[in-house]
């Protein structure tokens, strides 16, 4: 039988993975599979210069990397902590679930859909030919 202060921790790590999961997949994954296509498309199209297309390259690049950095870190200062989160089924649990809700949510949700059009049109403005 697992103790409360078991329990509390489990849902702890799965909350702060489905965090994790939500925000890296929001700032890597949707750039790349929606703003990078989209841009290129709207540049072969002559619609809008090049450099859009760049910035939704470097977002993810950025975050990428500053994740590692902050892992990497932990791993070096806390090695007891990085490991506990390595092997914390709790955590990569919840790390997959909250990417998977972000994409479930902009593949399945029209308002969401709507919003990020809009935010694409506004990104690109200044960037029309």
Same mark, same amino acid.
């Given at each position: 039988?697992k103790?409360?202060?078991?329990?509390a921790?489990f #849902?702890?790590? /799965?909350s702060l =993975?489905?965090?994790l999961?939500? $925000?890296?997949? !929001?700032? *890597? %994954? %949707? &750039?790349v #599979?929606y703003?990078?296509?989209?841009?290129?498309?709207?540049y072969?199209? =002559?619609?809008?210069?090049?450099k &859009?297309?760049?910035?939704?390259?470097i !977002?993810?690049?950025?975050w990428?990397v500053?994740f590692?950095?902050?892992?990497? !870190? /932990?791993a070096?200062?806390?090695?007891?902590?990085?490991?506990y989160?390595?092997e914390?089924?709790?955590?990569? $649990?919840?790390?997959a679930l =909250? =990417?998977?809700?972000?994409?479930?949510n902009?593949?399945f949700n029209?308002?969401?859909? *709507?919003?990020?059009? *809009?935010?694409?049109?506004? $990104?690109i %403005?200044?960037?029309?030919?």
């Amino acid at each position: 039988m697992k103790t409360i202060l078991e329990v509390a921790i489990f #849902f702890f790590f /799965l909350s702060l =993975g489905f965090l994790l999961g939500l $925000f890296y997949a !929001a700032n *890597t %994954l %949707l &750039p790349v #599979f929606y703003g990078i296509p989209k841009a290129v498309f709207a540049y072969f199209r =002559g619609q809008i210069s090049f450099k &859009p297309v760049l910035l939704y390259l470097i !977002a993810p690049f950025l975050w990428t990397v500053s994740f590692l950095v902050v892992f990497v !870190a /932990l791993a070096l200062l806390w090695n007891s902590a990085f490991e506990y989160l390595r092997e914390s089924a709790a955590f990569k $649990f919840g790390n997959a679930l =909250g =990417g998977l809700a972000l994409l479930l949510n902009t593949l399945f949700n029209k308002k969401t859909r *709507t919003h990020m059009r *809009t935010e694409f049109d506004e $990104f690109i %403005l200044p960037y029309r030919k």
